[in-house]
């Protein structure tokens, strides 16, 4: 099985910007979280959805959008792009929402200037 | 926020020793969860021990939770050089969104 993977895996915006990062879950896990990783701290939770509804919202403006599929992949939308927005953007899977672990991709990594 | 802080922020081995890295966390927790991150890319997940339980062994990991203090413990055996790796706890409250919470991180330098 294909394990949890992530598109694009680099871009570079530009200020004042709009992206969307796409997430697609191992086969047969419906739950997906989003998280952001600055440059030498540890990821933080931005949202989670379960069976398509939202579980879970980090302390991120509203910028910060997410919405996830009949087909469980999901998508992270940040508007209004910031310098401080360039991160490493991780999507993790599981199958019932983590209480056994989740499954990270390898990520997307975000450049604003 | 970070839930806590990882002790120590980095650690150099030789192979063959043992590594042990601390985790220190604030609030209540479902679980404790910890990750292992290589060259700043995708997180992979190593072992998860729950609030009911003290210790966990998996292959060369033994892991310790100890409640009352609100502190985790990592033990690697054996170090190899493909362990080299940042290593991250996270915890998880549990509640309606299963959302971990990362602490800051160990470096983990193993040399030949």
């Known amino acids: 099985d294909a394990g949890v993977t992530q598109s694009p895996t680099h871009l570079i915006k530009t200020r004042g910007q709009q992206v969307t990062l796409r997430c697609s879950p191992i086969?047969?896990?419906?739950?997906v979280s989003w998280y952001q990783q600055v440059l030498g701290q540890g990821p933080q939770f931005i949202f989670q959805y379960y069976e398509k509804e939202e579980r879970g919202r980090g302390n991120f403006p509203d910028r910060f959008s997410a919405r996830q599929f009949p087909n469980y992949s999901s998508e992270l939308n940040v508007n209004a792009l910031l310098l401080g927005d360039s991160a490493l953007y991780l999507c993790a899977s599981s199958r019932t929402g983590g209480s056994y672990g989740y499954t990270f991709g390898s990520g997307t990594r975000l450049t604003v200037v | 926020s970070q839930q806590g802080e990882e002790d120590p922020q980095a650690l150099s081995i030789q192979e063959g020793e043992n590594a042990t890295m601390n985790c220190s966390y604030k609030?209540?927790?479902?679980?404790l969860q910890w990750y292992r991150q290589n060259s700043g890319r995708g997180l992979v997940h190593l072992i998860l021990?729950?609030?009911?339980?003290r210790e966990k062994h998996s292959g060369r990991l033994r892991v310790t939770l100890d409640t009352s203090k609100k502190s985790s413990s990592l033990l690697i055996t054996a170090s190899r050089a493909a362990d080299t790796a940042s290593y991250f706890c996270a915890t998880d409250a549990g509640g309606t969104a299963s959302k971990l919470t990362f602490g800051t991180g160990t470096r983990l330098q193993v040399t030949l």
């Open positions: 609030t209540s927790i479902n679980n």
């Open positions: 021990i729950r609030s009911n339980e």
């Open positions: 086969s047969g896990h419906k739950s």
